[in-house]
């Protein structure tokens, strides 16, 4: 990753997480204040609240859209095929196709336009007119902003962690471990690159499957707010020297 790449996505985790510790202490969230509190200037505050702003309503939704139509396939046993695997989905016609699949967990969102974009994000192929989920890991294909703007948001999660993990007691921490080894030859890291892609994303998609169903479809369950919780998983690899 270039240097300016890291340099705005630390810049936004910095604006998301301080924006959000002004709120927690029951202050007005200004830009000023945020400022203050980062060190940040105004100027790169500001701008990063705007073209936040400007994508969420873009951008994030395109990418939590895609999100919930991949998972509707691959949970869903009404879009799997015998085995629990998903099914190959004819485009179009009955409860049983692409097309159900995206008005059932996409809502209003043409099936065209959300087949264009598992295509371009190479999720999905088309085969004999059916519609096949080659790749169940979705990352956007979008511009570098929109990607900075989607993705950095881990970054801003894993921020927050830290922070409340230095903060509460004990017992009242997130989860937040790691496995590492500084001696591994390069094919062996090679190896245990693909092990590790096929049982985070296999981990993953077991608790999403959890999550899908015990959502509650209201905005609020027993009187209570609901809740954003969030798991993510990173694979980081480094040479010798930068260790």
Known sequence: MAYGTFAELAKRAFVEEGFLLVQRDGKRATVSAVSALTGLTRKDVSRIRESEALLDGGASQRYNRAIRVISGWINDPA?????????????????????????????DIPAAA???????????????????LVERAYIPKATPLEKINILGKDVGELVH????NLEVLPEQRFFQRKVSNASIAAATATEFRALSTRKSQALLEEYNAWL?????????????????????IYYIELPEQEQ
């Open 79 to 107: 879009f799997n095929d015998a085995s629990g695997e998903p099914a190959a989905l004819p485009l179009e016609g009955g409860d049983w196709s692409f097309a159900a699949l995206v008005r059932r967990y996409s809502g």
């Open 114 to 132: 959300m087949l264009s974009t598992l295509q371009a994000s190479e999720n999905v192929e088309v085969r004999a007119g059916n519609a096949v």
């Open 161 to 164: 962690t830290i922070g409340h």
């Open 212 to 232: 899908t169903q015990h959502q509650s479809e209201s905005d609020e369950t027993v009187g209570e707010p609901l809740r954003y919780v969030a798991v993510g």
